[in-house]
Each structure stands twice: as structure tokens, then as C-alpha cells.
């Protein structure tokens, strides 16, 4: 019986457990990528401070910009969804930079992430975001293609 019980407290903690081992927060530095057909790319150096919950919550500031969501961990990587309000800062920031890139105002028509993780080291000491999201917009000049990457890296501190 105490085998049993020992079994389901275990499974519990895994279970319920899975982004706790992750938790915690760094700041990853790196660069993001705006490319447009038709106007060309452009990267830029981009600080990330990140924090990710024991509960699955995670929020990341860029640039002045908050984004948060959800998340669900399988071993040392974190897959992660941005919420409703990040997913429309999402769209206003890619415009920006979508703008800048073609000198002609760009509005997104449609934007889908397609790639959203943070994957840790084996230690646990540092982390990795990869982040990417591909769609259309249209400007005085047509309807076009285009994506919008992050990649960064960092120290990572668990939380306590």
C-alpha cells in the first residue's frame, strides 16, 4: 500500500508539476527580423525580459512592450500562447515595423505564430526563445507576404 501511495504522490507532482520545473526568469538578448516581400529584411539587437510561472503564466517584455499567455512544459521546453491582448500587440507591432521596412503604411491583414518556445539548458542555467509568426498585409502597393522572428538567449534563474 505505502508503494501505491508513494506511486500516486509521484505521478501527482509530475503532473501537476511540469512547468514548475521550468519556472523563473531571465533576460535574453539577442535579435528579432521583420521580412517582407517586396521590401526586403531587417534585424535589430532586442533585450527580452522574460518570467515564467509555476502555474503555466508567462509574460515577456520587449521594447516597452508587455506581451503574457499560457504555456505548457514537456522536459526543458516550454511551449508557449500569447493571450488575446498580446496577440493584437502582436499585430500592431509588425505593422510598425512592416511600415518602417517598406517607407508605406502597412496594415496586417492576417498573422499566425507558428513557432513560440523557450527551451532551457540542462542545467537549468539558461534559456532560449525562439519565436516566429508569418502572415499578410497590404499597403498602397498590394497585398504581400511576410514574418516576424525572435531569437534570444540568456541566463536563466529557477524560481525558488
Known sequence: ?????????ALLLIAGGANAQSAGSGTLNGADRIKARGCGKETSALSVAFTLDGGGAWTATADGDVFSGTSTTSGRTT???LDG??????GAVVEDLAS????DTVTVNS??????????????TSA?????AIGTGSSSAGTSTGSYRIKAKGAWTLAP
Open 128 to 132: 532560449k526563445l525562439e519565436f516566429k
Open 85 to 90: 491582448a498580446s496577440q493584437s500587440l502582436l
Open 100 to 103: 518602417d521596412l517598406c517607407e
Open 1 to 9: 500500500m505505502k508503494v501505491l501511495s508513494f506511486g500516486l504522490a
Open 79 to 81: 511551449s508557449l500562447t
Open 111 to 124: 498573422l499566425g505564430v507558428t513557432k513560440a518556445r523557450l527551451k532551457l539548458n540542462k542545467r537549468r
